[in-house]
């Protein structure tokens, strides 16, 4: 089973250029999320869509976009990359907000900014 | 604001030293708490949810048990291959995504 499929894995930028990242759930989900993970700050919540057609901001969404392409798929554009955007980050589907005990996640793609 | 809090931030344990992790939260109507492990380079993994202050659940060495203010993640007898990152996170009242703590990183030393 494929679950969260985040595409790249790793990603070398540098400032000032642009690149998606790419997430596809086939567990036919309906919420889907983009966090961040640093250092000492946890999980952050970048940008959400409860359901297809929705988005929403989260705590961090200064500098990113998102597409919601169709229930399968939620990407994360960075337009502009800055080294502030230097993260991990984790894109993760549920089947219904809020529940959490269905909430899974891709293996997380590792960006540097230089 | 909804914020939960975990302690310590990292935890050194010899193998069979039990211990336990602390997650503290202040949540508008808490509708569930929920723990994760997370393992070096990948993604986090659902472990347990509790409901209701008094609740508790129990997987191998692990027990989660929950308070009004607080939940606690035991961990009895660890081995090596309990070492991990363990994050909490809420779900608050209304339909919003969960609030994640910033986790506590446990090593555990054969």
């Known amino acids: 089973n494929a679950g969260v499929t985040q595409t790249p894995k790793f990603q070398v930028l540098k400032t000032g250029q642009s690149m998606t990242l790419q997430c596809a759930q086939d567990?036919?989900?309906?919420?889907m999320y983009w966090y961040r993970q640093d250092p000492g700050m946890g999980l952050r919540l970048i940008y959400y869509s409860a359901s297809e057609g929705t988005t929403d901001k989260g705590e961090v969404p200064n500098g990113y976009n998102v597409s919601r392409l169709n229930k399968r798929e939620f990407s994360l554009r960075l337009e502009s990359a800055a080294p502030s955007q230097t993260s991990v980050y984790f894109c993760?589907?549920?089947?219904?907000?809020?529940?959490?005990?269905?909430?899974?996640f891709g293996s997380g793609t590792q960006l540097s900014v230089l | 604001e909804d914020q939960v809090t975990q302690s310590p931030e990292a935890l050194r344990l010899q193998e069979g030293e039990s211990s336990s992790l602390n997650c503290s939260y202040t949540?508008?109507?808490?509708?569930?708490l929920f723990w994760y492990r997370q393992d070096p380079g990948k993604g986090p993994e659902f472990l347990f949810t509790l409901y209701s202050a008094g609740e508790e659940k129990e997987k191998e060495r692990l027990k989660a048990t929950l308070t009004k203010k607080e939940s606690f993640l035991h961990i009895t007898a660890p081995k090596p291959e309990d070492s991990a990152t363990y994050l909490c996170?809420?779900?608050?009242?209304?339909?919003?995504?969960?609030?994640f703590g910033k986790g506590t990183r446990l090593s555990v030393i054969a």
């Open positions: 996170a809420v779900q608050p009242s209304g339909n919003t995504p969960l609030v």
């Open positions: 993760a589907s549920c089947t219904i907000q809020g529940m959490g005990e269905k909430l899974f």
């Open positions: 949540v508008s109507g808490l509708r569930g």
């Open positions: 567990m036919n989900h309906n919420s």
